[in-house]
């Protein structure tokens, strides 16, 4: 049985038997309480971990050989524009979405003021953690500073993936300039590093249909369908904003400009869709983004292995979108009314969001903070779609990871391997 129905068997079934726990026995039953903390959560997190704890060595040798099999300079440099181009292009056609939606259908004005009290009560704590976390981010300049790292390792330990970047982006430039011996020894032992990642990773994916299997129970067991439906009128907006680009953004620019067929995409994408949803990270993803872009869609593998992983981090519609509609549905809710050009702004602040979000879960609940305190609306706030966010975190990482296999399927057009 391939591996995607394996997982959709798991998402399923752990959506179920959550569901009939929530409503059988509550959230707070004894057992449901033990069962999770004990049993599924753990498990979920033991993939993650494992996932997590080889996408570094994996993120740094497949950007590097994916530039060092580039074969020059000019090469590198005409996928590298071409990347940034459709990555900011496409994002700011994401934003654009969410705000339009968001002012039309005007979700933050229809949210039940005792209902809210309440949640963001509950979210009162991680919302002031978060908050904090925000405050300590590097803005500006000092953010464009952060991503040359003094030390590649002190980086790598602190989860900086940008640096961690950066630093391969400079590997594999040399690797491109210096044709010796040693350079050539250098670039086998991290086409090495980057199979036996692969290999192992291989390996941990096996685990995904028995952690997917514990996401979703976790999920449906602790929050059932109330959360949403009390944000239904958010979520909603969220969810058809998304819907809207992956499925006329991304179909048109595979046909029109990548000249790929849209269905034959989704339909090679599945497997790395149903990774995303249910782990709800970029990263994560990588390694069966990877394989699907190699074997299932056919791409040409020293541009997959550069856009991908570039995009795991840089090219994240999705979590541009949501910040957008989410900044501007707290501003409803507070009365905070935005000018044209406030919303202009945050646009432009959800685009450069996206560029630098991690590709970890929950990892947009800092910048929207951010940008929250930037336009004037209380941070706080964000207590309010705590409850919802991981839902809604696994339905825009669906999108983030489509969005970059999709721009590697448009810039791959005219280039080989």
């Given at each position: 049985?391939?591996?995607?129905w394996?997982?959709?068997?798991?998402?399923?079934?752990?959506?179920?038997?959550?569901?009939?726990a929530?409503?059988?026995?509550?959230?707070?039953?004894?057992w449901?309480?033990?069962?999770?903390?004990?049993?599924?959560?753990?498990?979920?997190?033991?993939?993650?971990?494992?996932?997590?704890?080889?996408?570094?060595?994996?993120?740094?040798?497949?950007?590097?050989?994916?530039?060092?099999?580039?074969?020059?300079?000019?090469?590198?440099?005409?996928?590298?524009?071409?990347?940034?181009?459709?990555?900011?292009?496409?994002?700011?056609?994401?934003?654009?979405?969410?705000?339009?939606?968001?002012?039309?259908i005007?979700?933050?004005?229809?949210?039940?003021?005792?209902?809210?009290?309440q949640m963001?009560?509950?979210?009162?704590?991680?919302?002031?953690?978060?908050?904090?976390?925000?405050?300590?981010q590097?803005?500006?300049?000092?953010?464009?500073?952060?991503?040359?790292?003094?030390?590649?390792?002190?980086?790598?330990?602190?989860?900086?993936?940008?640096?961690?970047?950066?630093?391969?982006?400079?590997?594999?430039?040399?690797?491109?300039?210096?044709?010796?011996?040693?350079a050539?020894?250098?670039?086998?032992?991290?086409?090495?590093?980057?199979?036996?990642?692969?290999?192992?990773?291989?390996?941990?994916?096996?685990?995904?249909?028995?952690?997917?299997?514990?996401?979703?129970?976790?999920?449906?067991?602790?929050?059932?369908w109330?959360?949403?439906?009390?944000l239904?009128a958010?979520?909603?907006?969220?969810?058809?904003?998304?819907?809207?680009?992956?499925?006329?953004?991304?179909?048109?620019?595979?046909?029109?400009?990548?000249?790929?067929?849209?269905?034959?995409?989704?339909?090679?994408?599945?497997?790395?869709?149903?990774?995303?949803?249910?782990?709800?990270?970029?990263?994560?993803?990588?390694?069966?983004?990877?394989?699907?872009a190699?074997h299932?869609?056919g791409?040409?593998?020293?541009?997959?292995?550069?856009?991908?992983t570039i995009g795991?981090?840089?090219?994240?519609?999705?979590?541009?979108?949501?910040?957008?509609?989410?900044?501007?549905?707290?501003?409803?809710?507070?009365?905070?009314?935005?000018?044209?050009?406030?919303?202009?702004?945050?646009?432009?602040?959800?685009?450069?969001?996206?560029?630098?979000?991690?590709?970890?879960?929950?990892?947009?609940?800092?910048?929207?903070?951010?940008?929250?305190a930037?336009?004037g609306?209380?941070p706080?706030?964000?207590?309010?779609?705590?409850?919802?966010?991981?839902?809604?975190?696994?339905?825009?990482?669906?999108?983030?990871?489509?969005?970059?296999?999709?721009?590697?399927?448009?810039i791959?057009?005219?280039?080989?391997?």
């Amino acid at each position: 049985m391939p591996l995607h129905w394996k997982m959709a068997i798991g998402f399923f079934s752990g959506l179920f038997l959550g569901l009939v726990a929530y409503y059988t026995a509550g959230a707070d039953a004894e057992w449901v309480q033990w069962l999770t903390n004990w049993v599924t959560q753990p498990l979920g997190q033991l993939f993650l971990r494992l996932i997590f704890m080889l996408v570094i060595p994996l993120l740094f040798s497949a950007l590097v050989v994916g530039i060092a099999e580039m074969g020059d300079v000019r090469s590198l440099g005409r996928v590298g524009w071409k990347t940034l181009a459709y990555t900011v292009i496409v994002s700011a056609i994401a934003v654009v979405i969410g705000l339009l939606l968001v002012n039309w259908i005007k979700p933050g004005a229809g949210v039940d003021p005792v209902a809210a009290q309440q949640m963001l009560a509950e979210g009162a704590d991680r919302a002031s953690a978060i908050v904090t976390s925000s405050a300590e981010q590097p803005r500006g300049m000092d953010m464009l500073v952060s991503i040359v790292p003094s030390n590649v390792v002190s980086a790598a330990a602190q989860n900086s993936i940008l640096a961690v970047m950066f630093f391969a982006l400079m590997i594999g430039i040399g690797l491109v300039i210096n044709k010796s011996e040693a350079a050539n020894a250098l670039q086998k032992a991290i086409e090495g590093l980057f199979e036996v990642s692969m290999t192992l990773i291989g390996i941990v994916i096996k685990l995904a249909p028995y952690a997917v299997f514990c996401f979703m129970f976790n999920l449906a067991a602790l929050f059932g369908w109330d959360l949403l439906v009390r944000l239904g009128a958010y979520v909603g907006v969220v969810l058809l904003a998304l819907s809207i680009h992956m499925v006329v953004v991304y179909s048109l620019a595979l046909k029109f400009v990548g000249g790929y067929s849209p269905v034959k995409f989704f339909r090679g994408s599945q497997e790395a869709m149903v990774m995303a949803f249910s782990t709800a990270s970029s990263n994560a993803t990588l390694p069966t983004a990877l394989k699907v872009a190699e074997h299932d869609l056919g791409l040409p593998r020293r541009i997959s292995r550069f856009v991908l992983t570039i995009g795991a981090t840089a090219n994240q519609n999705g979590t541009a979108l949501f910040e957008g509609v989410t900044v501007l549905f707290l501003a409803q809710f507070f009365g905070v009314d935005l000018s044209l050009m406030q919303q202009v702004v945050v646009m432009l602040v959800c685009i450069l969001g996206g560029i630098g979000t991690a590709g970890v879960p929950a990892g947009s609940l800092p910048v929207v903070a951010l940008i929250c305190a930037m336009v004037g609306v209380p941070p706080e706030g964000i207590g309010l779609i705590l409850g919802v966010d991981r839902f809604l975190d696994m339905c825009r990482t669906t999108l983030n990871v489509t969005g970059d296999l999709a721009a590697a399927a448009v810039i791959s057009r005219g280039e080989t391997d």
